[in-house]
């Protein structure tokens, strides 16, 4: 039973990040970690959400998903990311949250989480490996220690080889084109191991 608190913290335009997310929930709680799942606030201009269907249903569908605040990071010994790209960086909505987090930095509240990111992009190629190194450097100014899957387990490799964090290639329609779902479980259990394993050496 592994007494670990892990905060799932995603964005999500169309619901890839958000599944992301329940399959790595999914797999901390394997582990008997505690584990809740938050979003970042929606910035986008209403009208933007009105003008795309899927966007405007993902965010009716996930309106009871709570969003993140500084104390869930506090609270956190294990956090994992999941954001879509955004021309090869994280979305805004993800900065703007991390951009709040100075006052917790400065005490030193931040050192020592152990952190792991996932991304999404609509082309093979698109940009999830910058988005999650670019949301690991944020993560090296707080002093966390990132575990990174790397190529911990096979899984990996079906999962399109991301040692950087789990990421996904969805289509228009939304469909991911890469079974991801067991290298996102793996990625999650990794972290919440090395979370122990820090624990255990600070205690
Ligand atoms: C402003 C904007 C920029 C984007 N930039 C890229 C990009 O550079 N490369 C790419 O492959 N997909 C890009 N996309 C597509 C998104 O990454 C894709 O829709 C997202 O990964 C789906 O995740 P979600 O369902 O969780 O929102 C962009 C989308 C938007 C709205």
Redesign the pocket.
């Known amino acids: 039973m592994s007494n670990i608190n892990t905060a799932i913290i995603y964005y999500?335009?169309?619901?890839?990040?958000?599944q992301l997310a329940e399959w790595a929930k999914a797999g901390a709680q394997e582990l008997g970690a505690q584990t809740k799942i938050f979003k970042v606030p929606e910035l986008a201009p209403q009208e933007a959400i009105d003008a795309n269907p899927a966007w405007k249903a993902h965010l009716e569908q996930t309106k009871d998903v709570p969003e993140v605040k500084l104390a869930d990071l506090e609270w956190a010994d294990a956090i994992i990311f999941s954001v879509?790209?955004?021309?090869?960086g994280v979305p805004s909505q993800l900065k703007q949250f991390l951009d709040t987090t100075g006052g917790l930095w400065f005490n030193g509240k931040l050192v020592n989480k152990v952190v792991s990111a996932m991304a999404?992009?609509?082309?093979a190629h698109?940009?999830q490996e910058a988005t999650i190194l670019s949301l690991y450097t944020t993560m090296y100014h707080w002093g966390a220690i990132v575990a990174a899957p790397g190529y911990t387990d096979p899984v990996t490799f079906g999962a399109g080889g991301n040692p950087y964090g789990t990421s996904v290639t969805?289509d228009q329609n939304?469909k991911m084109q890469e079974d991801v779902e067991a290298a996102v479980k793996h990625q999650a259990q990794r972290t919440v191991h090395v979370a122990q394993w820090v624990q255990k050496g600070t205690m």
């Open positions: 999500s335009s169309t619901g890839t990040n958000y879509p790209t955004r021309f090869g999404s992009a609509s082309n698109g940009g969805v939304g």
